[in-house]
T-cell receptor, first 111, second 115 residues
Framework: KQEVTQIPAALSVPEGENLVLNCSFT??????LQWFRQDPGKGLTSLLL?????REQTSGRLNASLDKSSGRSTLYIAASQPGDSATYLC??????????FGTGTRLLVSP | GAVVSQHPSWVICKSGTSVKIECRSL??????MFWYRQFPKQSLMLMAT?????????EQGVEKDKFLINHASLTLSTLTVTSAHPEDSSFYIC???????????FGPGTRLTVL
């Protein structure tokens, strides 16, 4: 059974810092991996999708890497802003379109 | 813009009543949709896979008679929580894959509170 762990569970930083959020999964036989953000009481916003054949994806200040063999993915956030405050979820695809969600990292960026 | 919608966005009901939640793909057809549940301060857990024209597939530990899923058309899946109890209070989110797109698209979620 796939288990996904995200470290740290919570992170509080001042504005402007570069951040690293870590995701590890126990079964390396995954297809794609997707990163989401979730604001309190809200649904999910897709941030980045790394396809199985890729090792990283970039969108603006976000960069995500994927190392399937070691069961790890990392989300980098450059020059963090208060608007980045949210919970960040990592979710590898296991089987046909099935996602297994990580425990999440709660991020607070202070002005 | 949003490609998957859910209705209602929130609902409060009395214990013992049934509640129906709709999930719609807005501009694409989805033969498969997924239903997730999220309890406070926890991550999302897959409940079931909704298959158009056939029975849903439920994850281990999810009661199929309590959570009825109907995928009657290529753009609509419904989740009915039957005889709801306070422990069913949760955030329910649906998702759908889009043809020739590798990622999932999620609805905005439905907050269910059972009194």
């Amino acid at each position: 059974k796939q288990e996904v762990t995200q470290i740290p569970a919570a992170l509080s930083v001042p504005e402007g810092e570069n951040l690293v959020l870590n995701c590890s999964f126990t079964d390396s036989a995954i297809y794609n991996l997707q990163w989401f953000r979730q604001d309190p009481g809200k649904g999910l916003t897709s941030l980045l999708l790394i396809q199985s054949s890729q090792r990283e994806q970039t969108s603006g200040r976000l960069n995500a890497s994927l190392d399937k063999s070691s069961g790890r993915s990392t989300l980098y956030i450059a020059a963090s802003q208060p608007g980045d405050s949210a919970t960040y979820l990592c979710a590898p695809y296991t089987g046909f379109q099935k996602l297994v969600f990580g425990t999440g990292t709660r991020l607070l960026v202070s002005p | 813009g949003a490609v998957v919608s859910q209705h209602p966005s929130w609902v409060i009901c009395k214990s013992g009543t049934s509640v129906k939640i709709e999930c719609r793909s807005l501009d694409f057809q989805a033969t498969t949709m997924f239903w997730y549940r999220q309890f406070p301060k926890q991550s999302l857990m897959l409940m079931a896979t909704s298959n158009e024209g056939s029975k849903a597939t439920y994850e281990q530990g999810v009661e199929k008679d309590k959570f009825l899923i109907n995928h009657a058309s290529l753009t609509l899946s419904t989740l009915t929580v039957t005889s709801a109890h306070p422990e069913d209070s949760s955030f329910y989110i649906c998702s759908a894959p889009r043809t020739r797109r590798p990622e999932q698209f999620f609805g905005p979620g439905t907050r269910l509170t059972v009194l």
